[in-house]
Structure formats: structure tokens, C-alpha cells
């Protein structure tokens, strides 16, 4: 994905379109608690080999350029299995000389383990992912692209799919019918669109003008007036005429019609009339969906000034990334964005901070998350059951809660969340306009 301004400062949910410099900023960690973490990892990532089927393999870069962020990630997933009973972890190290990630899937379905949580981005995913499905692993990656989701592996980031289905079916309920995109020529955008696209399709919802643009003001002003089709609208206006006149009666020129009495015309305070604007036709769309971040994202608030659209017609809706500096996009007042509630995240980054004295990366949620998973099926399991980390455990229709809400699997490898719409603020900033359900919403897709 090209690098924005602004939008990568919310990109914690996925280290593919994160900056590792970013990343390294946010997690400090504490000297001893460091140097403690590391001894835990070194040597291989290996634990006492577990029982087969019992053990968990997590994948993460302990060493390397993402290092800092793996190892938070560990720390975390530590801190959800801290519990005499919690199934053993058998720890790998994708990023180690010599390793990569289908390596050290298979070093993890070698020693009998039964779920594997990671590997962290896209491609290591792609990469373990055969591994795994091979061996009848489940995999939970920490990646947010859903391209590399399929049965039996499941991606645990949050997902530009699961933000455009709650945003469209909220737009949906306020009556909105037509929905259109005008997106980046990027990853995001693509993802963005692609999503758009299906979500309509299975809603029984017109299917959606989809434009992509490139970063040249030119390039986003000339797709906004297609997209809007805007001339036609234009020529539409109605201008307004002056006010007409009527006809003076004939009568001698020496004579004022309005001072018949030779009296000398009485003054007025009356303010003239001011001149009205034209109203300017609607643009075929209600809903319109952008994908834009920082000076790209200027670029396209300007235009839709300049064709006419706004929220007087059409509810703009926005990726997740939007959180990130809300407190700027006031000239986008009204535009929606899908994200977690962060009220649902204070206990974990409370609890966080008191042991490790930083703030967590939202990455660390999701490793929270997977291992909170694997406990909570570990309690269900069944009396002499050897494996409870079958599909049908994990495809729950109930899903688990978690640190960023409630999500939940479906047996095709879609990951499904519990998110809320925020709305940005006449004076910046935004603020919950449509709450998380509080549970999922079960859907066949």
C-alpha cells in the first residue's frame, strides 16, 4: 500500500501497511522485561513439546526488523494463557536465520500442535497457510488482508471488508439505496472497492459505481465529476432570474406614479433582496465510500466541494484509518467511519500498562485476542476430547469476545466483528453515532 501522511499511524491492526519505523517508536520496552522475553524465545522458540494436538504454535518475528513488535505480540499472548491449566505454547521464530514462515508452520505441525496463532503478515500467511491446511491445522493469522483467509485459516485483523458491511448496512437502515466509491489506485482502495462490491451484491443492493483515481489533483477532480456526472447536473441547474417588473400605466410623464401628490418619495430601510443560489441537482448516488489519507485525502475534500457533493444528499463513509486524525477531517463533518468502540479496550491496556509500563500496539490485541480463543476452548473441552480446536469450536455461532469487541469465525474463513460507526464532528474529532450490537450478527457470507 503507498505510504500516506496521515492513515498509517492507524495501520497497528496490520504490520503489512505499518512502517517498521512507526512501530519501533511505540514499543519500548522496559529494560529487564526485555532482556526476560528475549531468554524466553531464544534458542528456536521451542517449550517442552506439548501433547499432540493440545499445544499451541504461535509464529511471530522474534528477531529482525520487526522484532519489537513480535515480541510485544508474545508478551501479550503470554498474558491472556497465564493460567496454571492454559495449553502450552510451542513458540517459533519466522523471522530467524535460516526460517521462514512455512518452515516454522511446519515445525509447529511436526511437534503435534494443534491450532497455530500468525504468522503475521500477508505473505507469511500465504506462505504457511498450505502447510498448515495440509495437516488439518487451523490457523489464526494476524494479518487483516482477507485475501489469504480460506477454510480453515482465518485472519484476526480488522478488515476493510468488515468495516464497508457495517457501515453499508447501517447506511442501508437510514434508507440508503444507491452506493458508489471513489477510491485510491492502491491496495487499500482495491480491498475498500472489492468489498463494496460484495457486500451490495449479497444485500440485494444495486451494484455500486466504482471509480479509482490516481494522486494528481487533476486525476481526482476529472473522476469526481464523471462519478457525480457532474455536467449533466450543471446543466440542470436553474438559474435564477432577476425579479420582474411590472408594466408602468400610461399615464403624462408629469405625474410619479408612486407620488401622485408631488410629495417627495418617503425613504426605505428595507435591505434589497439577496440573490439565491441555485439548488444543485443530487449526484446518482446517496452513499458514496472514499479510501483516501492525508494530502490525497485534501485533494479529494476539495473536489467533492467543487462538484457539488455533500452531506445534504449523500452520507461519505471512510476506512478505520480515519480514527487516526479525526481531529482534522472537520471539513468532512457528517462522514462516517466502522472501528472498535475503544471503551471495550481500557481493561486490557490497563492491565497492560501496570506490567509493562507502555501502551500496547493494536497489534497486541489481536495475539490477546487469539490466546484468550484458545483458553476459553480449552475450558469447554470435552472429557478425554484429544483435540478441541476443531471447526466446529471455532465456527462458535456465539464467536468470543475480545479486547476490540466481539468477533467470530464462519467455516469459509471469513472473520466477522462487532464494530461501531463513528461520525466526524463539525469541529473535528469524532464520536459513536451507532453502537457495537454487543454480540454478532450471524450471517451465511
Known amino acids: 500500500m503507498r505510504r500516506q501522511t496521515f492513515g498509517t499511524q492507524m495501520q497497528g491492526q496490520d504490520v503489512d501497511s505499518a512502517s517498521s519505523r512507526f512501530a519501533c517508536k511505540r514499543l519500548l520496552f522496559a529494560?529487564?522485561?526485555l532482556s526476560a522475553l528475549t531468554a524466553c524465545a531464544s534458542g528456536g522458540g521451542h517449550h517442552h513439546a506439548p501433547k499432540a494436538g493440545r499445544g499451541v504454535g504461535v509464529l511471530l518475528p522474534l528477531t529482525g526488523a520487526n522484532a519489537r513488535l513480535g515480541q510485544e505480540m508474545l508478551t501479550a499472548t503470554r498474558m491472556?494463557?497465564?493460567?496454571?491449566t492454559a495449553p502450552p505454547l510451542d513458540v517459533h521464530d519466522t523471522a530467524a536465520p535460516g526460517s521462514t514462515a512455512a518452515t516454522a508452520a511446519q515445525a509447529a505441525v511436526s511437534a503435534g500442535d494443534g491450532l497455530i496463532l500468525g504468522p503475521l503478515t500477508t505473505d507469511d500467511t500465504a506462505a504457511a497457510a498450505p502447510v498448515a491446511t495440509a495437516a488439518h491445522v487451523p490457523m489464526l493469522a494476524f494479518t487483516s488482508d482477507m485475501s489469504v483467509a480460506q477454510p480453515g485459516v482465518w485472519t484476526l485483523g480488522i478488515a476493510p471488508e468488515q468495516q464497508v458491511r457495517r457501515m453499508v448496512l447501517a447506511a442501508r437502515q437510514q434508507g440508503r439505496q444507491h452506493f458508489a466509491a471513489f477510491l485510491p489506485e492502491n491496495r487499500l482502495g482495491h480491498a475498500l472497492g472489492q468489498a463494496l462490491q460484495q457486500v451490495?451484491?449479497?444485500n440485494g443492493l444495486q451494484s455500486p459505481q466504482i471509480m479509482y483515481h490516481e494522486s494528481l489533483q487533476a486525476s481526482v477532480l476529472t473522476g469526481l465529476k464523471t462519478l457525480s456526472a457532474y455536467e449533466t447536473r450543471a446543466a440542470a441547474v436553474v438559474q435564477p432570474q432577476p425579479d420582474a417588473q411590472?408594466?408602468?400605466?400610461?399615464?403624462d410623464a408629469a405625474v410619479d406614479p408612486a407620488n401622485p401628490d408631488g410629495a417627495p418619495p418617503a425613504s426605505s430601510d428595507q435591505?434589497?433582496?439577496?440573490?439565491?443560489?441555485?439548488?444543485?441537482?443530487?449526484?446518482?448516488?446517496?452513499?458514496?465510500?472514499?479510501?483516501?489519507?492525508?494530502l490525497q485525502l485534501g485533494m479529494v475534500i476539495n473536489a467533492l466541494t467543487e462538484v457539488h457533493v455533500d452531506p445534504t444528499h449523500v452520507q461519505i463513509m471512510g476506512p478505520g484509518l480515519w480514527g487516526a486524525f479525526a481531529t482534522k477531517l472537520s471539513a468532512l463533518q457528517g462522514a462516517w467511519y466502522a472501528a472498535p468502540d475503544p471503551t471495550s479496550r481500557q481493561a486490557f491496556v490497563q492491565?497492560?500498562?501496570?506490567?509493562?509500563?507502555?501502551?500496547?500496539?493494536?497489534?497486541?490485541?489481536?495475539t490477546y485476542d487469539s490466546a484468550a480463543l484458545v483458553k476459553a476452548l480449552d475450558q469447554t473441552r470435552p472429557a478425554g476430547s484429544a483435540n478441541g480446536y476443531s471447526v466446529q469450536a471455532l465456527t462458535r455461532p456465539e464467536?468470543?469476545?475480545g479486547v476490540d469487541g466481539a468477533f467470530g469465525f464462519l467455516e469459509n474463513g471469513k472473520t466477522r466483528r462487532d464494530l461501531a460507526v463513528f461520525q466526524i464532528l463539525p469541529s473535528g474529532g469524532s464520536r459513536i453515532v451507532i453502537p457495537p450490537a454487543g454480540k454478532l450478527r450471524r450471517s451465511a457470507n
Open 399 to 401: 464467536g468470543f469476545g
Open 80 to 84: 491472556a494463557m497465564n493460567t496454571p
Open 31 to 33: 529494560g529487564l522485561a
Open 351 to 366: 492491565q497492560f500498562m501496570a506490567r509493562y509500563h507502555h501502551m500496547p500496539t493494536p497489534l497486541a490485541d489481536l
Open 271 to 294: 435591505p434589497a433582496a439577496p440573490a439565491t443560489t441555485p439548488d444543485f441537482p443530487a449526484p446518482p448516488f446517496d452513499a458514496l465510500l472514499l479510501g483516501d489519507t492525508g
Open 200 to 202: 451490495c451484491a449479497e
Open 246 to 251: 411590472p408594466e408602468a400605466p400610461k399615464v
